[in-house]
């Protein structure tokens, strides 16, 4: 069943679906928003393979968080702001350790002990 066919209102059918953690409204929703959800990745990262794990990170998410939505917004929407999030912080983690890298090796070799 795909995952237009399980979406009879805004995603509503299948939206509930997932929620109860029906794994065929799970892999339809791979299905259907994979391609797309990884050209998005892309396109923000200057890695392949951090888009890559931020998209297996999405999925993740979504599957361990299902309960949480709350359908204000499509499931579609909901799952790109996860991604988005966790594109950010990668990038976050990614400059802090630079920083911290870059501080040391400006530091006299006495004080970086």
Known sequence: MTLRMMEPTREGGWSRAL???DP???EALVRETRPALGA???RLSPSPQDAEDV???TYLRVYQHRQRYDA???VKTWMFTIA???MR???RKKRAGRLEGDVAA???VDRRL
């Open 72 to 74: 204000r917004s499509s």
């Open 19 to 21: 929620a109860q953690g």
């Open 89 to 91: 912080d990668r990038a």
């Open 84 to 86: 988005l999030n966790l």
């Open 106 to 108: 400006h530091l006299p």
């Open 24 to 26: 065929a409204a799970f």
């Open 55 to 57: 998209v297996q990170e």
């Open 40 to 42: 998005f990745l892309r």
